[in-house]
């Protein structure tokens, strides 16, 4: 009995590149955009303009702020600190090879070159604010100025380029002009309130921070105090917004701060029980109302002659 012919072998099929792509969408961080997003969003409502016909420039600035810049400079970031990854956070794309060899930096160069031309679109206002935006993620993270290995300069750097730029940038762009003082002193609060927010996110990279030499300040102050002035930096700004918005005559507005605050202090005790345990459990519930009474903030302002 003659042997079946053996069919000939199917092809190789060429490697997916699904792998891939999840690999650079986790890089980019989509948990990281809504800040950025927010922010822009809270610009746009304080600015006064009419959505109705500005709307595709309000998108564009939102889609910008978030999975663009701020995805550009958590690719930046997550290159520049691979090795500190490796101690705090294996898993991620690049120390656990996902993303080999200089894949990673090559996402960041693309999504920087991304985030000038989409800023571009915007006009001369959402260009400078762009660009300010790519020097500061660049210099937060990359050498030699790594603003990062200090606390203070890295979170403040952070903290103004997620919150204040992109609510300013969004009022000019918006307003064509620039930002009436009052929209850019509340804007800054929240910047400088954000501070606390991002010492906050430092719990979670403690071992790796004080391996490598980065002053975090859960490393320079320890956990305890940490958690206190971030807690105080996060209160004072708001408390100054809700007593502006008072003396601006939108008393409601204000009261709603208030008391959004009054229930900040509230979970900040429990927080400052046990600041490393419970810093996760603070950003769901104390940071959501923080950037709630944002665009309570912003709403006001919009009603502000």
């Not at 260009?127 to 030699?144: I, Q, R």
């Amino acid at each position: 009995m003659a042997r079946p012919t053996p069919s000939p072998a199917a092809p190789a099929s060429a490697p997916s590149s699904w792998p891939m792509a999840m690999a650079v969408l986790e890089l980019l961080k989509p948990i990281t955009w809504f800040p950025p997003m927010w922010a822009f969003a809270c610009g746009v409502v304080a600015s006064g303009a009419s959505l109705t016909q500005a709307w595709p420039t309000a998108l564009l600035g939102i889609v910008l702020a978030g999975p663009v810049v701020c995805g550009m400079s958590q690719a930046v970031n997550d290159w520049f600190d691979r090795h500190v990854d490796a101690v705090n956070e294996p898993q991620r794309p690049i120390p656990s090879g996902r993303l080999p060899g200089r894949a990673g930096l090559w996402v960041a160069i693309g999504w920087t070159a991304l985030s000038i031309g989409g800023g571009w679109l915007l006009g001369p206002w959402g260009f400078a604010g762009t660009l300010l935006g790519v020097a500061l993620a660049w210099a937060y993270s990359a050498p030699p100025l790594r603003l990062k290995r200090d606390g203070w300069t890295g979170n403040a750097a952070c903290a103004l380029s997620y919150e204040t730029l992109p609510w300013i940038t969004a009022a000019a762009v918006l307003s064509g002009g620039a930002p009436d003082a009052r929209l850019a002193l509340v804007a800054l609060l929240y910047g400088v309130g954000a501070h606390g927010i991002m010492t906050l996110n430092d719990f979670k990279s403690i071992e790796g921070d004080r391996r490598f030499g980065i002053l975090s300040l859960p490393v320079r102050l320890g956990a305890d105090r940490a958690a206190l002035l971030a807690c105080v930096v996060m209160a004072l700004p708001q408390m100054g917004v809700a007593v502006l918005l008072l003396v601006w005559d939108a008393p409601w507005h204000g009261m709603v701060i208030g008391v959004s605050l009054l229930v900040q202090l509230v979970c900040m005790r429990r927080l400052l029980g046990d600041p490393r345990g419970l810093a996760p459990w603070y950003n769901g519930t104390g940071v959501s109302l923080y950037v709630l009474g944002m665009m309570v903030s912003a709403a006001a302002l919009r009603g502000l002659p």
